[in-house]
């Protein structure tokens, strides 16, 4: 069910009068920051607006909005190109989560594009001999591709909100394909890895050149192959790739050893992606709306909640005892999501009972005392599913899309691991989206892994697109972030800057990470002052580096500067993204 206004706004005001009679005024600002907050004369908030992880991406999802197209128009051409120029992160092979606004209608939205088991998968896909195979090798194998969402999501999203044809929509990502494109930077690095997915016979094929060299930054590399499968889909549309040529190309690659998959057509053929609605809550005198499980949206809004009942939060970000606020509530927020979090066709997740206002209270009084990694809760409604043991490593993309009318996207986007599974089937890398199920299926009583595999079923992500609402339930901003595991920190971290601390949406994502899973504390430890750092150690919370994937932010927020009402757009300096507008 989708998310309507009407109710919404009535809700938020209710709402908004409680957390004002309680709290006595909203957050308050930290040092000399521009407040984000969209007062009552603002303007609609309208684009033009994108914020991708690559320049190209950005233009093309630009000139679809100038012929008048949607923003999930232009979300078509921004994933094509993204799949192309930075096939490291996210493409056709893999899948999405997309949040959406719908300014006609005032509604929040999102769609499931998230891979599914085979008919054929057993909770024992990754156990070879009786033990879990290493992760490596589990990622390799054809055992770990999934069937793919992102395509099914996007031709549903549009087909529902887009203003072009379909056709109209592949064209630019079609001709830097057939044309060329000059490798990145980034891209150029992850090709010149040693090892793992760069190195697969697929890569191999793809990323050496005639004289037997690796594409390096600054080469110029074409993709026939990936040309041909789009003008396939843009003329048959989603059909096109679920059945067919591209379909059985992708069958065929999963099934080559080592460890082939058991990926059918008919596993293809029945792929359905899900219209899931939004799951929305208040924070401060916002509206944060994420996408339900098998998202961990739930997850970050619980921080949030948590974050609420947080003093020392609002203290700002050269405030040692915020960061560690920060930390604390962190891990009790992964020790819930890890336990609870799955898919819902398969496990009853807690959703209610991990936002009720007595349980965030009970789980965030415990946060000025954890020493250790937390142990999970027992929200109301939840069952006590085994431990979790799974990993997502890198590989995935985030952006934002605003059009003219004000309708807006964000949306993360991925094929697992870096390459995904290193295989490629019709010019593009299929996922490794399976290996996000818990190897491990049973802990020692017994007991199922809320995230354990099944046929058909969805991996839990963390993948969590945003979408900001101000008090009247009126658009005024998205981000998002990739970053296996630590997306929830980082989208958290990002939050909590922009409205707690009111910095601006580029600082935001340029202050340093911190992330706090189990017993450990992961960090931008180079962009950590010493002192701060010195502050946090002596206050229980030593900094190691971050050993996760680094964040890759993309967002905007509608604010009023001194030129009147515009976009403070931003795209992490980690990575080569750009935020335009026109």
């Known amino acids: ?21 309680l709290g006595g005024c909203a957050a308050p600002v930290v040092g000399d920051r521009t407040a984000p907050v969209a007062a009552a004369a603002a303007p609609p908030a309208r684009g033009p607006f994108v914020a991708a992880a690559n320049p190209l991406a950005v233009e093309a999802g630009l000139a679809v909005l100038r012929r008048g197209g949607s923003a999930v128009d232009a979300a078509v051409a921004v994933q094509a190109v993204l799949g192309l120029v930075e096939p490291q992160s996210s ?10 606004y719908d300014a006609a209608s005032g509604e929040v939205t999102s769609y499931d594009g998230r891979e599914t088991a085979p008919a054929a998968a057993t ?85 050496t050149k ?4 690796r594409y390096a930054a600054g080469d110029v590399l074409r993709n026939p192959a990936y040309a041909e499968t789009l003008a396939e889909i843009a003329a048959g549309g ?31 053929a029945a792929y359905e992606p899900l219209e899931r609605g939004a799951l929305c809550r208040p924070y401060r005198i916002y509206v944060v709306c994420v996408p339900p499980p098998p998202s961990s949206g739930v997850a970050v809004l619980q921080l949030l909640a948590m974050a609420e009942l947080t003093p020392d939060i609002v203290e700002g970000p050269d405030s040692a005892d915020a960061w560690v606020a920060f930390a604390q509530l962190q891990r009790l927020m992964y020790a819930d999501r890890d336990r609870y979090v799955g898919d819902p066709a398969f496990v009853g997740v807690p959703v209610q009972g991990l936002l009720d206002p007595n349980y ?40 934002v899309i605003v059009d003219a009318a004000g309708n807006a996207v964000s949306m993360t986007t991925t094929v697992e691991s870096v390459f995904g599974s290193g295989r490629m089937a019709a010019g593009f890398f299929l996922n ?60 958290a971290k990002a ?21 706090a899973r189990g017993d450990g504390f992961g960090a931008d430890t180079d962009r950590f002052s010493p002192d701060l750092q010195a502050a946090l150690a002596a206050r229980g919370v030593p900094l190691r580096p971050n050993a996760s994937e680094n964040s890759g932010l993309h967002g905007a927020i509608w604010r009023r500067g001194p030129d009147g009402w515009s976009w403070d757009g931003a795209a992490d300096d980690r990575r080569e993204g750009v935020a335009r507008t026109e």
């Open 1 to 21: 069910m989708t998310f309507a206004a009407p109710p919404l706004r009535s809700w938020i005001a209710v709402s908004l009068s409680l957390v004002l009679v």
């Open 91 to 100: 493409g056709l092979g893999g899948g999405a989560f997309m949040m959406l």
């Open 123 to 207: 909770s024992g896909l990754f156990y070879e001999n009786g033990r879990p195979l290493a992760f490596g090798d589990a990622v390799l194998s054809g055992r770990s591709t999934g069937a793919p969402g992102a395509v099914a999501l996007l031709a549903m999203a549009q087909a529902e909100h887009g203003r072009l044809a379909w056709r109209d929509l592949l064209g630019d990502a079609e001709r830097l394909a057939r044309d060329g494109f000059v490798v990145s930077p980034r891209l150029a690095g992850m090709i010149a890895g040693q090892s793992g997915q760069a190195r697969t016979r697929w890569a191999e094929r793809y990323f």
């Open 210 to 213: 005639p004289d037997g060299t």
């Open 238 to 268: 989603a059909d096109a790739f679920y059945h067919g040529r591209i379909a059985r190309e992708i069958v065929d690659t999963v099934a080559e050893g080592p460890r082939p998959g058991a990926l059918t057509g008919a596993d293809l």
């Open 360 to 399: 965030v209270a009970a789980r965030a009084a415990q946060a000025p005392t954890l020493v250790g990694a937390a142990e999970p809760g027992f929200p109301p409604g939840g069952v006590f599913a085994g431990p979790d043991a799974t990993r997502e490593p890198a590989g995935t993309s985030h952006f």
């Open 432 to 491: 490794n989206q399976l290996t996000d199920f818990s190897f491990e299926p049973l802990r020692p009583d017994g007991a199922p892994a809320a995230n354990a595999v099944a046929p058909g079923k969805r991996p839990r992500s963390s993948m969590s697109p945003v979408i900001i609402l101000d008090r009247d339930g009126r658009f005024i901003g998205a981000l998002g972030s990739p970053g296996g595991t630590s997306i929830l920190a980082y989208n």
């Open 495 to 515: 939050l909590i800057a922009v409205l707690d601390w009111r910095m601006s949406m580029q600082d935001a994502f340029a202050l340093p990470n911190l992330v």
